[in-house]
């Protein structure tokens, strides 16, 4: 039985193998995207989060490892390395940068779903991001809980947000690298803050914008995409205590 609602990605540059992959997993029920690059992989985490990635190793341009390297920085989806290196210590190296599994090529379509399942279910079984409540980004760490915003030096005056402004960020900081769409900003923010945010997203947007490239000059964490809505640009990661 497949995961209910499941999306997958992959990262593959062989195009038959790809094929071979996808068709096989939308008959067992998963919905999953297709990439052949890293370029293409960020474009499609630019519009969803999947539940899972199918990673190869050796990728045109940017390859597997530092692609791994790069996801684990801000994301804990879980990762499946494939690779025609059957090396110990490609697996050990590939592993100790983060990826979940890994499968060497060339492998058996039922193999893999054994996989992606018990994959999928460990994932849901122990959620490894939501106990930390606290983030670091860019030169700041947002304490969503405490609600409040600190700098990572410790010795700049606090950054003075109002509670509209703090919603909207840790909407943002929470799902970074994601294109947010205001309907979408609307639906994350609009139960906890006190204001009104209707009508007000680009307002809002706005005034947080100026408020942390004041206190980080030279950096542009929230950018717009056109026809989509506002993009967190920062690498988040989850900050332990």
């Not at 960020?42 to 990728?59: G, Y």
């Not at 045109?60 to 390395?81: A, H, N, W, Y």
């Amino acid at each position: 039985m497949s995961i209910p609602s499941a999306t997958l990605l992959m990262v593959e540059d062989d195009p038959e193998i790809c094929r071979l992959v996808r068709d096989f997993m939308r008959r067992e029920g998963f919905e999953i995207e297709v990439a052949e690059n890293a370029a293409a992989m960020d474009a499609v985490l630019r519009r969803l989060r999947p539940d899972l990635i199918i990673l190869d190793l050796m990728l045109p341009g940017e390859d597997g490892l530092s692609i791994c390297r790069r996801l684990r920085q801000s994301d804990d989806i879980p990762i499946l390395m494939l690779s025609a290196k059957s090396d110990e210590i490609d697996r050990v190296v590939g592993l100790e940068l983060g990826a979940d599994d890994y499968m060497v090529k060339p492998f058996g379509p039922r193999e893999l779903l054994a996989r992606v399942r018990a994959l999928l279910r460990r994932a849901q079984a122990s959620p490894r991001r939501e106990a930390s409540q606290r983030f670091a980004f860019d030169r700041f760490v947002l304490d969503v809980d405490a609600r409040s915003i600190e700098t990572v030096s410790g010795g700049d005056a606090p950054i003075q947000l109002t509670s509209a402004e703090f919603d909207l960020l840790a909407c943002f900081v929470q799902r970074p690298r994601r294109v947010l769409s205001r309907d979408q900003i609307l639906d994350f923010t609009r139960g906890r803050s006190g204001e009104p945010f209707d009508r007000t997203v680009d307002m809002l947007i706005s005034r947080l914008r100026r408020k942390l490239e004041a206190a980080s000059p030279g950096t542009s964490l929230i950018t717009t995409v056109r026809n989509g809505g506002y993009l967190f640009t920062a690498i988040v990661r989850p900050v332990a205590g």
